[in-house]
């Protein structure tokens, strides 16, 4: 049996077709019902549906044998305790820095909020920019709204989010898009069955 976790919302739907290709398609849709672990069309396949930032946990400690996350969240997590072999191009959008439209150029020291504490802390160093981290869960828009934080970073997809708040996207950090990641000791143990359902997601990302 292999177990995929996936990452709720967005990633989960826009994996749906490319897991479909492969033959896996859930037996019960996980908006409508309240189980945790989704059979398959493919017995030998189960799904589970959790938190984005959980995806990379369940496959480090081998609870999933593989995942499907955002490059967000693997690179917050640290990836080095997980096989990235695929970037499955889904989910695609742009980790950036964003402040108040009318707020000035970054300059001096800063107040960043975000919910990417480790990846904004590299990123302004990397920049030479002193900046105070602010962890959030959420709502990460409403943090320059309210003076709590000069700037934040954040995915932005269309931008209608940043500008709903009168916010604008400032400079860009990463490309993002979800990858398929693999635990070290399921690559060993299941390789036959791993390396075939890469070769069956690689050909349908090569046709795309
Ligand atoms: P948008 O308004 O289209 O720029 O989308 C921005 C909002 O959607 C922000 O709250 C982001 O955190 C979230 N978002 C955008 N793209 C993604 C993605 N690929 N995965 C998860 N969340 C996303």
Known sequence: MLTIAVSK???YEEALPLLAEAG???VDDPKTCRKLILQTTRDDVQLVIIRATDVPTFVEYGAADLGIAGKDVLLEHGAESLYEP????IA??????AAHKDAPEISGRIR?????VKT???YFASKGIQAEIIKLYGSMELAPLVGLADCIVDLVDTGNTLKANGLEPR????????RLVVNKAAMKMKHE?????????EQTLAQR
């Open 86 to 89: 695929l970037d499955l191009n």
């Open 24 to 26: 896996i398609t859930p």
């Open 9 to 11: 919302g967005r990633i």
């Open 171 to 178: 400079d860009l950090i990463m490309n993002i898009s979800s």
């Open 112 to 116: 960043v909020a975000t919910k990417y």
């Open 120 to 122: 904004a802390q590299r």
């Open 92 to 97: 695609c959008c742009r980790l950036m820095t």
């Open 193 to 201: 069955a791993i390396a075939s359902l890469l070769a069956q997601f």
